[in-house]
């Protein structure tokens, strides 16, 4: 099903709910979505306090292999 269909499909859903209680808790999930998922760009020092932690974790063997993980995530 295309984004453009499925789209349509939840506008369609939309119009037909008549219940206030059912829309108010979808407006709410909608909203609470959205902030919830802005996405803040990272600083030159967060970027790099990141590398600086993978490379400690590497060091320290707090980390798997490719195929290590490749079996775990069969899984999943």
Known sequence: MSLESRKIRVIEYLLSVEDETELQKIEE???????????????????????????????????ISQEQLREESKSW
């Open 29 to 63: 999930s909608l909203v609470s979505y959205r902030t919830s998922n802005k996405l803040e760009p990272l600083t030159k020092e967060d970027i790099i306090e990141r590398a600086l932690k993978s490379n400690r974790d590497i060091k320290d063997g707090n980390c």
